[in-house]
T-cell receptor, first 113, second 115 residues
Framework: GESVGLHLPTLSVQEGDNSIINCAYS??????FIWYKQESGKGPQFIID?????DKRQGQRVTVLLNKTVKHLSLQIAATQPGDSAVYFC????????????FGAGTRLFVKA | DTEVTQTPKHLVMGMTNKKSLKCEQH?????MYWYKQKAKKPPELMFV???????INESVPSRFSPECPNSSLLNLHLHALQPEDSALYLC??????????????FGQGTRLTVV
């Protein structure tokens, strides 16, 4: 299940199931979005990106959906594996005195074997 | 080489110390970034360098002083820090700052503890 509160939102899924991680972005002028994966003790790692002129992009086992009307992004991971356990951040690039990459709050994904 | 290398990995410093964090990339990227990340929080942008010039300072206190000696190196000089500055400091680089459709590559970070 998914929980939101004072702690990092957490999603627990069974190995082999599909995962959906959601993100609300803040700036309607943002035109490029990125999902990053951060494992414990490591820096964020690029997973997939999408431009604002698209509403869906697929990679290997991952799909990103963009809904600009409600400023919402989602990351779908197919056949989730234990190695997918990490914190996932969405990030948006927008012009604010120069192009900036700003991160959303993050979701911790636990994959149960 | 698609790595961003940060040193040291861990740093403990007193509030009166002066120390520096170092970051290096050899991908030919012309934009480099410093982020600060507290536990269970997203990375927060501190500074952006574009073509070795400071482009963005997100109202960071002057006890943090960035430096970009050349296109491959980025330093963060620390002086008179407070315990609340303890965090993971992440360096990142991207092809160019003015190219909106470009992802940033991150280093492993320096875990800083101020005592």
């Amino acid at each position: 299940g998914e929980s939101v509160g004072l702690h990092l939102p957490t999603l627990s899924v069974q190995e082999g199931d599909n995962s959906i991680i959601n993100c609300a972005y803040s700036n309607s002028a943002s035109d490029y979005f990125i999902w990053y994966k951060q494992e414990s003790g490591k820096g964020p790692q690029f997973i997939i990106d999408i431009r604002s002129n698209m509403d869906k992009r697929q990679g290997q086992r991952v799909t990103v959906l963009l809904n600009k009307t409600v400023k919402h992004l989602s990351l779908q991971i197919a056949a989730t594996q234990p190695g997918d356990s990490a914190v996932y951040f969405c990030a948006e690039n927008f012009l604010g005195g120069g192009f900036k990459t700003i991160f959303g709050a993050g979701t911790r994904l636990f994959v149960k074997a | 080489d698609t790595e961003v290398t940060q040193t040291p990995k861990h740093l403990v410093m007193g509030m009166t110390n002066k120390k520096s964090l170092k970051c290096e990339q050899h991908m030919g990227h012309r934009a480099m970034y410093w982020y600060k990340q507290k536990a269970k929080k997203p990375p927060e942008l501190m500074f952006v360098y574009s073509y070795e010039k400071l482009s963005i300072n997100e109202s960071v206190p002057s006890r943090f002083s960035p430096e970009c000696p050349n296109s491959s190196l980025l330093n963060l000089h620390l002086h008179a820090l407070q315990p609340e500055d303890s965090a993971l400091y992440l360096c990142a680089s991207s092809q160019e700052m003015d190219t909106r459709n470009t992802e940033a590559f991150f280093g492993q970070g320096t875990r800083l503890t101020v005592v």
